[in-house]
């Protein structure tokens, strides 16, 4: 089992929609959750940065984390075809770059 | 747009070549951290430079080495290419090493191996 998963998608859907990514992982000191947008050739972005459980909302973006399930979701309202990219999950145990931890990420289609 | 940048953008070299990637990293940053990301995968840490100074290293061989210089741009060395090494390599430039909510990706260099 890897230590992060992630469907890969492809993911399409309407302009408008509420999108839901999940990511899911074994090892139960991760702490420290980010998400990630990736536009075709360029860098990861960081789009939300949350740490232990909860959510946090920013903008049209939410991020939920749920430990007990090793489970968290990044929700993307009112989606807009310049959402459309691959979106990475990254976690680690502690703040040091050098243990975070990538899931293999989610392209995400948003169609006009 | 962030303010990391790579050089070169795109790259092609054979098996058994040698190949140097650079990153300038955003103003401010003393960290730099590079990583590489295969086709479909999410991007896995090869090591980490704060102040000069190697501070933390991934899963990869000693033909994988770095540089950092006193204005905290940073080099990529790898030696001995195999062909496996063909992904995105990309660096990132945060405030410090503990400091990963201020990690800024460059847009990475394409390397092909052939």
């Known amino acids: 089992q890897k230590e992060v998963e992630q469907d890969p998608g492809p993911l399409s859907v309407p302009e408008g929609a509420i999108v839901s990514l999940n990511c899911t992982y074994s090892?139960?000191?991760?702490?420290?959750f980010m998400w990630y947008r990736q536009y075709s050739r360029k860098g990861p972005e960081l789009l939300m940065y949350?740490?232990?459980?909860g959510n946090k909302e920013d903008g049209r973006f939410t991020a939920q984390v749920d430990k007990s399930s090793k489970y968290i979701s990044l929700f993307i309202r009112d989606s807009q075809p310049s959402d459309s990219a691959t979106y990475l999950c990254a976690m680690s145990a502690n703040n040091y770059g050098q243990n975070f931890v990538f899931g293999p990420g989610t392209r995400l289609s948003v169609l006009p | 747009e962030t303010g990391v940048t790579q050089s070169p953008t795109h790259l092609i070299k054979t098996r058994g070549q040698q190949v140097t990637l650079r990153c300038s990293s955003q103003?401010?940053?003393?960290?730099v951290s590079w990583y590489q990301q295969a086709l479909g995968q999410g991007p896995q840490f090869i090591f980490q430079y704060y102040r000069e100074e190697e501070n933390g290293r991934g899963n990869f061989p000693p033909r994988f080495s770095g540089l950092q210089f006193p204005n905290y741009s940073s080099e990529l060395n790898v030696n001995a290419l195999e062909l496996d090494d063909s992904a995105l390599y990309l660096c990132a430039s945060s405030l410090g090493a503990q400091d990963q909510e201020t990690q800024y990706f460059g847009p990475g260099t394409r390397l092909l191996v052939l």
């Open positions: 103003s401010g940053h003393n960290t």
């Open positions: 949350t740490y232990s459980s």
């Open positions: 090892n139960s000191a991760f702490q420290y």
